[in-house]
C-alpha cells in the first residue's frame, strides 16, 4: 500500500539517520527514468496488425475482441471478470454488461464473452459487495440511476430483483455547447460505504443540481446519501486503495489547448475541489475569469498529480508490492484515453505515476499521425506484474504482462 513512514531516532544521531533514510527513500525517485519502448506487434482476429509500444520485458494480447464501447472492469465473487460497455459516444439505452469467462493464463485470452445484462443506459460502471450476512450484491450505475440486486456465483444472467438506490439527472447540454457528461463510476471503501461519481450537465456552468459534479457517499443499501466531494467536473475513474479514495477527473475544455490539467486526486470528505470556478494549470490553481466568486480559489486543493491539458486521465492501478518490476513499482499505471480531436494528441497512452516526479509513458502507439489504433480506457492490476485494460475505441479488453 502507499507507504506511512513512522520510526524513532536518538536525539544526537537525528540528523545523519534522516539525511541517510532520505537518500535511501528519494534514490528511486532521483534516480528512476524513462523506459525505453520498443514496438509490440497487435494482430486481431480480423486480419489487422498493428503495434504499441512498450517495455521489451512486457508482452500484450488481445485477451477478448468485438466489443463495442468496453468501459470498467469489476471481478466478481466467483473470480469472474466483468466488464461494462456503453455501445458509442451518444446517449443511448443499448449497454450492455459482459461476463468475461473461461480464462486461459497461457494464452492470455478468454474463452468466452458473455452479455449479462443488455439493453442499459450508458453502463459505464458495475461492482461487486459481500455484506455482513454473506450474501453477494451485484451493482450497475447507469446515466439516470444506481441498482443492485442479488449475486448468485456462476450466474450468466441475472437472477436477483434489481433495487434502486438512487437516480442521478439524465439530461444536460449537447456536446455543441461543450457537452455533459453520462458516466457514473462505483467504489466500495474498506469504511463498508458506497462511493459513486457523478459528472457535470455542462462543459462549464453553475450547477443547478447539487448532485453534479460530485462524489457521492452512501450505505451498500442506498441509505444515508450525501454528497462526499463537490467540485469535480468528471470524476470518471474513482477507486479505493488503502485507506485513499483517489480519483482522475477532467478539466474544462474551454481555456485554450493547453489549460487547465487534468488532475488526478486522493479525495477528502467534504472537500470542494472547484470547478467551475477554480482550475489546475501545471499543479497550480487558479481562478476562472468566467466564473468568479466571493471566496475566490484559496481553499481549493492543489491535485496529488497532473496530467497535459485535454488527455483525458481516466483508468488506474496501483502496483506497491516488493515483487513488482522496477519499471512500475510503487506507482500509479494511468490511462490517458486522449482527446476527442485527434488534432490536439495529448493522450492516447498509458503513463507512470509517481506523486511529485515527472511522468513516464509505459505505452504508446495508440494515436500514430492522424490515425487512432485505440483509446485506453480502465486499468485492472492482476498481480505485481500484470494487468487487464480496456480499449473503448475499438471494443478489445488486452493483457499486459512480465515476460517469464
Not at 512498450?54 to 465473487?77: D, M, Q, S, T, W
Not at 452479455?115 to 439516470?144: I, R, V
Not at 443499501?221 to 477532467?250: C, T
Request: charged content about 25%; aromatic content about 14%; glycine content about 8%.
Amino acid at each position: 500500500m502507499i507507504p506511512n513512514f513512522r520510526f524513532q531516532i536518538p536525539k544526537a544521531k537525528t540528523v545523519i539517520y534522516f539525511c541517510l533514510f532520505t537518500f535511501a527513500f528519494l534514490l528511486p525517485q532521483v534516480f528512476a527514468q524513462q523506459p525505453k519502448l520498443v514496438p509490440h506487434k497487435i494482430t486481431l482476429k480480423t486480419g489487422k496488425t498493428f503495434s504499441l509500444n512498450l517495455p521489451e520485458n512486457y508482452e500484450i494480447i488481445p485477451a477478448a475482441e468485438g466489443l463495442k464501447r468496453v468501459r470498467f472492469f469489476a471481478k466478481a465473487p466467483d473470480g469472474r471478470m466483468f466488464v461494462t460497455d456503453m455501445y458509442n459516444l451518444t446517449d443511448n439505452k443499448k449497454g450492455t454488461v459482459y461476463i468475461l469467462d473461461d480464462w486461459n493464463e497461457r494464452t492470455g485470452k478468454f474463452g468466452k464473452v458473455i452479455p449479462y445484462m443488455t439493453g442499459l443506459k450508458n453502463p459505464n460502471s458495475c461492482q461487486f459487495y459481500t455484506d455482513k450476512n454473506g450474501q453477494d450484491w451485484f451493482y450497475l450505475a447507469e446515466t439516470d440511476k444506481l441498482t443492485r440486486r442479488k449475486f448468485t456465483k456462476g450466474e450468466t444472467k441475472p437472477t436477483g430483483k434489481a433495487e434502486t438506490l438512487a437516480t442521478f439527472p439524465d439530461y444536460g447540454l449537447s456536446y455543441k455547447y461543450g457537452g455533459w457528461h453520462l458516466t457514473r463510476t462505483i467504489a466500495f471503501g474498506a469504511n463498508g460505504k458506497l462511493y459513486i461519481s457523478v459528472g457535470s450537465s455542462c462543459n462549464a456552468c453553475i450547477e443547478k443540481e447539487e448532485v453534479r459534479a460530485t462524489v457521492m457517499e452512501m450505505n451498500p443499501d442506498g441509505s444515508q446519501q450525501r454528497i462526499f466531494a463537490k467540485g469535480l467536473r468528471n470524476a470518471v475513474s474513482i477507486k479505493w486503495i488503502g485507506n485513499f479514495l483517489f480519483a482522475s477527473n477532467q478539466g474544462s475544455d474551454h481555456l485554450g489547448l493547453d489549460k487547465p490539467d487534468e488532475t488526478f486526486y486522493s479525495l477528502k470528505d467534504g472537500t470542494d475541489y472547484g470547478w467551475a470556478y477554480c482550475y489546475s494549470s501545471n499543479g497550480k490553481i487558479f481562478a476562472d475569469k468566467g466564473f468568479p466568486r466571493p471566496s475566490g480559489c484559496k481553499n481549493v486543493p492543489a491535485p496529488y498529480a497532473f496530467f497535459p491539458a485535454h488527455s483525458s486521465a481516466l483508468g488506474f492501478d496501483y502496483f506497491d508490492e516488493t515483487t513488482a518490476d522496477e519499471t512500475i513499482k510503487n506507482s500509479f499505471l494511468v490511462s490517458l484515453h486522449g482527446s476527442t480531436n485527434e488534432k490536439i494528441g495529448h493522450g492516447y497512452k498509458i503513463v507512470i505515476m509517481r506523486k511529485g516526479q515527472k511522468l513516464q509513458t509505459f505505452m504508446d502507439g495508440f494515436l500514430v499521425g492522424r490515425t487512432v489504433y485505440g483509446r485506453p480506457c480502465d486499468i485492472y492490476r492482476i498481480d505485481e506484474n500484470s494487468f487487464f485494460f480496456t480499449d473503448d475505441r475499438t471494443g478489445i479488453v488486452y493483457y499486459v504482462r512480465l515476460k517469464k
